[in-house]
């Protein structure tokens, strides 16, 4: 019964671990423009790996602690699996908003889950605890890259403009403003009308 709750708790987090890798691992190469600081994608996917084997670990011991049985406590950490999910459809999606939001939501889930199993089983909490640093980190980091992609978007739309607008020639070479050429045909008929009153 131990050995089946062992690989329960081990090949569930490494099930979602291996689903969010599958979706993932293109935008990790190419997801961009990511921070300076940003670690390279191997190292997030190894993050990753490590820490769904703590989770997985903090589950079995938390069960183990509570005689086999079946707790609350586990309900939400199987939720926040879930969750886990679908980070990686909507990470492949490069909507680095959107991202940013759902990166936010399972940091704040993860720390009431840390919270929880402190409360239950310290030893839990404390190997949990890893799951929800690395979460901090991967807000901030979703965070400037949405931050990054803004500014690159309006540095490209100012570029495009100056770009237009060193392309229109100038009145010297012959343009004129349709407003100023407008108002001078209005002059000029005003003028004609004038003449052939006289």
């Known amino acids: 019964m131990e050995l089946l709750s062992v690989f329960f708790w081990y090949l569930?987090?490494?099930?979602?671990?291996?689903?969010?890798?599958?979706?993932?691992?293109?935008g990790l190469r190419h997801y961009s423009p990511k921070p300076a600081y940003a670690p390279p994608g191997w190292f997030i996917a190894l993050m990753?790996?490590?820490?769904?084997?703590?989770?997985?670990?903090?589950?079995?011991?938390?069960?183990?602690?509570?005689?086999?049985?079946?707790?609350?406590?586990?309900?939400?950490?199987?939720?926040?699996?879930?969750?886990?999910f679908f980070y990686?459809?909507?990470?492949?999606?490069?909507?680095?908003?959107?991202?940013?939001?759902?990166?936010?939501?399972?940091?704040?889930y993860s720390a009431v889950i840390v919270g929880f199993f402190f409360k239950k089983y310290a030893w839990s909490g404390w190997i949990f605890l890893p799951t929800v640093i690395w979460l901090v980190f991967a807000t901030w980091l979703s965070f400037a890259t949405y931050q990054n992609k803004m500014y690159a978007s309006y540095r490209n739309s100012?570029?495009?403009?100056?770009?237009?607008?060193?392309?229109?020639?100038?009145?010297?070479?012959?343009?004129?403003?349709?407003a100023e050429s407008r108002r001078s045909?209005?002059?000029?008929?005003k003028r004609a009308k004038f003449a052939m009153s006289l």
């Open 12 to 26: 569930l987090p490494l099930a979602v671990y291996l689903s969010a890798y599958i979706t993932m691992a293109p």
């Open 88 to 108: 990686g459809p909507i990470f492949s999606k490069r909507i680095h908003k959107l991202t940013f939001f759902y990166t936010f939501l399972l940091l704040a």
């Open 48 to 84: 990753w790996l490590v820490l769904y084997m703590l989770q997985g670990t903090a589950a079995w011991l938390l069960m183990r602690h509570n005689g086999d049985a079946w707790t609350y406590e586990l309900t939400m950490f199987c939720v926040f699996l879930g969750l886990s």
């Open 158 to 178: 100012r570029e495009e403009q100056v770009e237009e607008e060193e392309s229109r020639p100038s009145d010297e070479e012959g343009w004129v403003d349709p």
């Open 185 to 189: 045909l209005s002059s000029t008929g």
